[in-house]
């Protein structure tokens, strides 16, 4: 029996991974967030001392690598790197950078691509990241560009990092973001961008409730479920 497969790409801070695993949670599918797969082979390089733009050397740290997804009782998702669970620790900020490294080279998009493509094999999935839609499944049933102006994420972000208890500057979260824009909208191998058939889906003016109303009217017209 064939699958559903839900693609959503869009910059970060846009909202994709709470909006898609609440989606996903409605619908009955599996959420996968395949940025927690990036971020697994950013931490093995930062753990090994490996320079993670060096594409030999990130290249050579490949084989010795098991990258597993797994879920939880509570159906959250798990990353687990050779058999450790790392699911915490991929957060860090400076993951993220070593992830972002990692991202744009195209040993490591190659590396992943099975992976991610075998999730939407057994499962109806839906699949956040960059280029899920353009690259990954690009024959998916649904494809959602999912976005907000930079100042409406840096907002967001804002709020999170004051609840957090760990506040930064307005102008210093936007600056961050659209530094970020650049570079991931820029990079040689699978840049982010929308792909011709993707639903354009802007969330500046919205808030959870209605962005989330407004991605499953997208999903059911187009699944018919
Ligand atoms: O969505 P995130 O911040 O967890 O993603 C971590 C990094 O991985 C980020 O730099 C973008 C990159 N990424 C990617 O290149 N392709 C994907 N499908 C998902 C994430």
Do not use: W
Not at 54 to 79: K, N, W
Not at 109 to 127: F, G, N, P, S, W
């Amino acid at each position: 029996m064939s699958t559903i497969r839900v693609a959503i790409d869009g910059p970060s801070g846009a909202g994709k991974s709470t909006l898609a695993r609440a989606a996903a949670a409605t619908m009955g599918f599996l959420y996968v967030d395949t940025g927690a797969i990036y971020r697994t082979v950013g931490l093995s390089a930062r753990d090994r001392g490996v320079d993670p733009g060096d594409e030999p050397a990130v290249a050579a740290m490949l084989p010795s690598l098991r990258v597993e997804l797994r879920y939880d009782e509570a159906g959250q998702q798990r990353m687990l790197l050779n058999g450790r669970d790392v699911s915490g620790e991929i957060r860090l900020p400076e993951v993220s950078r070593y992830a972002s490294a990692v991202s744009a080279l195209p040993v490591v998009r190659a590396y992943l691509m099975e992976t991610q493509r075998e999730l939407a094999r057994k499962h109806d999935v839906i699949m956040d990241g960059r280029d899920i839609g353009t690259v990954v499944l690009p024959d998916a049933e649904v494809k959602v560009f999912l976005t907000a102006s930079p100042r409406a994420r840096a907002e967001r972000r804002c709020r999170e990092l004051e609840e957090r208890g760990t506040p930064q500057p307005f102008e210093e979260v936007l600056r961050d973001i659209e530094d970020r824009d650049f570079r991931d909208t820029h990079r040689e191998a699978a840049p982010l961008r929308q792909a011709e058939d993707a639903v354009l889906l802007d969330t500046s003016a919205l808030d959870f409730r209605q962005s989330l109303e407004a991605l499953l009217v997208i999903i059911r017209e187009r699944t018919g479920l």
